[in-house]
């Protein structure tokens, strides 16, 4: 099981050659509603059309999206918490990615921004 991160969804949707191999594979692929927050959000600031719209949120019905829940909210601020402890600086969202992920049992995440992840206990990291 693999979590995809922003970068490679953003990557994916501008078609990048890199992310087919994954997305193509029989690995159950899941992303999380944080994950899909930040695309939506950076569609809105380039004034998407309606239309390209529709065509990102078909790509997010062939990929299971993970729910920010209880336990991912308690796991997210462990992680806050620890990485704040050993005087590491991690965004919020990168926090909650992670805890809604490690939650679930999901310990890989396939991104870019690996400095990102490495630093949170319980990840590995797979660049692409």
């Known amino acids: 099981m693999k979590l995809l991160d922003t970068t490679f969804?953003?990557?994916l949707l501008r078609g990048k050659k890199e992310t087919f191999k994954i997305i193509n594979s029989k690995e159950p692929l899941f992303t999380?509603?944080?994950?899909?927050?930040?695309?939506?959000?950076?569609?809105?600031?380039?004034?998407?059309?309606?239309a390209k719209l529709v065509e990102v949120m078909d790509i997010f019905d062939n990929i299971r999206v993970l729910p920010f829940d209880?336990?991912?909210l308690i796991k997210s601020a462990e992680?806050?918490?620890d990485l704040t402890k050993r005087g590491l600086e991690v965004h919020d969202l990168d926090c909650i990615?992670?805890?809604?992920?490690?939650?679930?049992?999901?310990?890989e995440i396939?991104?870019?921004?690996?400095?990102?992840f490495k630093k949170i206990k319980g990840i590995t990291v797979e660049n692409y």
Request: glycine residues 6%.
């Open 9 to 11: 969804l953003i990557d």
């Open 32 to 50: 999380t509603k944080i994950n899909m927050y930040e695309v939506i959000k950076g569609l809105f600031l380039k004034n998407i059309t309606k």
């Open 70 to 72: 209880d336990n991912a």
């Open 79 to 81: 992680i806050y918490s």
């Open 97 to 107: 990615t992670a805890g809604i992920m490690l939650s679930k049992g999901i310990n």
């Open 110 to 116: 396939v991104t870019r921004n690996a400095k990102h």
